[in-house]
């Protein structure tokens, strides 16, 4: 399988692939990003050495099994690849015209986007019916789910594939609609949203309503903690989208989240967001 895209969930995605006994493919931009996913590859897999959850001989094949290029022409034999780039459909659009013409024909090109419509994608290509969406949630090595997403060109055998691609990586593969959000983003953000203008109205500080999210509802992690883990500006842009679907208030991105964008305090990327990291 091939994967374009070199940052965390480009990794992530190849280090389970991996894992799991596929030959992984890596296009990154850059040589230096490209051998950034072979370094987080293997911090990870050193970690897990580390507490004994994976023997150093299973971390060399793992890791024998990822190879790294900057050429998408590397990818011309894969049978499945899924591109993890930033979420703009018109960089992704651009890419799939470009993986339909170096893949070859029997390819499955799917996209990890988390909001943004497949059949759009599928549509720059020759190939609509071998396009879908297989969604891996962040951190790829740890969420279990995958959401397999249908576009209405895809067919049955490709989504077929696409599941049976996920169950052999070890998650659990939900089809969903190609509706912006699909399941899980469509009911997570309004809520993440609507922290924040909890938090804007003065209702309690951040970590109060994180500490109360946290406690009252058995939440690993509280809404600002995991705004700024997913990024401020990834959380608009999925905001966007799901507005411009649906037009529904709840979509609408509180005012606090576009400041601290503009004010590039996008959480732990940037070490600013709600929280200050790395002090």
Request: proline fraction near 4%; hydrophobic fraction near 45%; glycine fraction near 8%.
């Amino acid at each position: 399988m091939g994967i374009v895209g070199s940052g965390i969930m480009g990794a992530g995605i190849a280090e389970v692939a991996a894992a799991h006994g596929y030959e992984v493919v890596v296009r990154g931009r850059s040589q230096s990003s490209a051998e950034g996913v072979q370094a987080t590859v293997t911090t990870s897999l050193d970690r897990q050495v580390a507490k004994g959850r994976c023997s150093p001989d299973d971390r060399d094949a793992i890791l024998r099994r990822v190879s790294v290029t900057t050429d998408v022409g590397a990818l011309s034999d894969v049978d499945l690849v899924i591109e993890t780039v930033v979420e703009e459909l018109a960089v992704k659009r651009h890419l799939f015209v470009e993986l339909d013409r170096v893949c070859n024909e029997r390819a499955l090109l799917a996209t990890n986007t988390s909001t943004l419509p497949v059949v759009e994608l599928a549509m720059a290509t020759d190939r609509p019916a071998q396009v879908c969406g297989i969604h891996f949630f962040n951190p790829a090595t740890a969420m279990p789910l995958v959401e397999v997403v249908r576009p209405i060109t895809a067919s049955a055998e490709t989504v077929a594939a696409a599941c049976a691609f996920a169950e052999q990586c070890g998650k659990e593969p939900v089809v969903v609609k190609d509706q912006a959000g699909f399941v899980v983003n469509a009911l997570l953000f309004p809520y993440l949203n609507h922290a924040v203008r909890l938090f804007e109205q003065g209702v309690a500080t951040k970590e109060g309503i994180d500490t109360a999210m946290r406690g009252g509802c058995g939440f690993p992690m509280g809404p600002f903690a995991l705004l700024d883990l997913v990024g401020l500006d990834t959380s608009v842009a999925i905001l966007d989208a799901l507005y411009d679907e649906h037009r529904e208030p709840q979509y609408a991105a509180a005012p606090l989240l576009r400041r601290m964008v503009a004010a590039e305090q996008l959480g732990r990327k940037t070490g600013h967001g709600f929280y200050r990291y790395g002090e």
